[in-house]
């Protein structure tokens, strides 16, 4: 029986060896610019059953910006909505995908769910301006000028100025549902979605091969 436990836990460790190496190289690959290796290494990790996140997202992402691989904004969201759950940086993509109608159907209700996470537990400053300005508009979420004032602060905390700062005012200014995203807002999202990559890249790092 002892033996068995043994065998059973030096696997264990084997498997966690090997999952940490596939981690280093998809990291060292994507870090040289060897886009296509990295995509190649993770996509066995990406797309397994008990996926690593951070792969997945990283994944995700070079398929929307079609590095190492053609881009397919619908294999992008795909496996960034499949990490979204435990990762906040591709959950902020996945509302923005929505608002935008970027490899899925447009859905602001949607999209205000996907950033609800990230504003509230992570203090995300691009998810928080994102659902200011649904709540100030009406988008998905009932119009609720408090709301969008308490997101406006958020997002200016964590230093966001892509939209006007709100205050609270009487009468409280009158939700506009066909209003579109200014390009300022626009534009900070595709630096986010480098932002990301580097985070994941970070983390694919931090699985350090012990000695």
Request: with cysteine; aromatic share 6%.
């Amino acid at each position: 029986m002892r033996s068995m436990i043994t065998i059973f836990v030096a696997g264990v460790m084997l498997c966690a060896t090997a999952h940490a190496d596939v981690q280093q190289k998809i990291a060292a690959a994507y870090q040289k610019g060897d886009f296509a290796r990295a995509v190649t290494l993770a996509k066995p990790v990406a797309t397994s059953d008990t996926p690593d996140h951070h792969a997945q997202t990283l994944l995700g992402l070079m398929y929307l910006k079609g590095q190492g691989v053609a881009r397919s904004d619908e294999a992008a969201f795909k496996l960034l909505k499949s990490a979204h759950n435990f990762d906040m940086g591709a959950s902020v993509i996945v509302g923005w995908m929505y608002l935008n109608a970027i490899g899925t159907e447009a859905s602001d209700a949607k999209a205000a769910e996907a950033f609800q996470v990230p504003a509230l537990a992570d203090e995300d400053g691009d998810a928080s301006q994102l659902l200011s300005w649904l709540y100030l508009n009406g988008r998905g979420v009932a119009a609720d000028y408090s709301e969008a004032v308490a997101f406006s602060a958020k997002a200016v905390a964590a230093g966001r100025h892509e939209l006007p700062a709100l205050v609270e005012s009487t009468p409280a200014p009158t939700p506009d549902a066909s209003a579109t995203l200014p390009a300022a807002v626009q534009t900070r999202m595709q630096e986010r979605i480098d932002a990301i990559a580097a985070d994941e890249v970070k983390a694919l790092l931090a699985f350090r091969k012990k000695p």
